[in-house]
């Protein structure tokens, strides 16, 4: 079985920092693209930020240049760091990991994080 554990989100001020971590655990070979996702209230999920095995990033266009996304392949962990927050980036973001291989299985799996939540107060 696969686990991910989110941790760092909280209440910030506009224009404070957070940081957000998710590990996955398990009987895990390898994991393609690691990511964060996020929602507000009445509004649909959305890609944050992605980043592959291999280290290309994407990002929100929202986010460019406040957000970096990194990860360390040996831990199975994905961060985000989260600057110039401003209260629109409030939300619960949600850690992805994408075609995870687990050791004896050559199926590619989905897996999603049970959210943490952001709010950035004016």
């Known amino acids: 079985q696969v686990q991910l554990v989110e941790s760092g989100g909280g209440l910030v001020q506009a224009g404070g920092s957070l940081r957000l971590s998710c590990a996955a655990s398990?009987?895990?070979?390898?994991?393609?693209?690691m990511g964060w996702y996020r929602q507000a209230p009445g509004k649909q999920r959305g890609l944050v930020a992605s980043i592959t095995s291999g280290g290309s990033r994407n990002y929100a266009d929202s986010v460019k240049g406040r957000f970096t996304i990194s990860r360390d392949n040996a831990k199975n962990t994905v961060y985000l760091q989260m600057n110039s927050l401003k209260p629109e980036d409030t939300a619960v973001y949600y850690c992805n990991v994408r075609d995870l291989i687990r050791v004896g299985d050559p199926a590619k799996y989905d897996y999603w994080g049970q959210g943490t939540q952001v709010t950035v107060s004016s």
């Open positions: 398990g009987n895990i070979f390898s994991i393609n693209a």
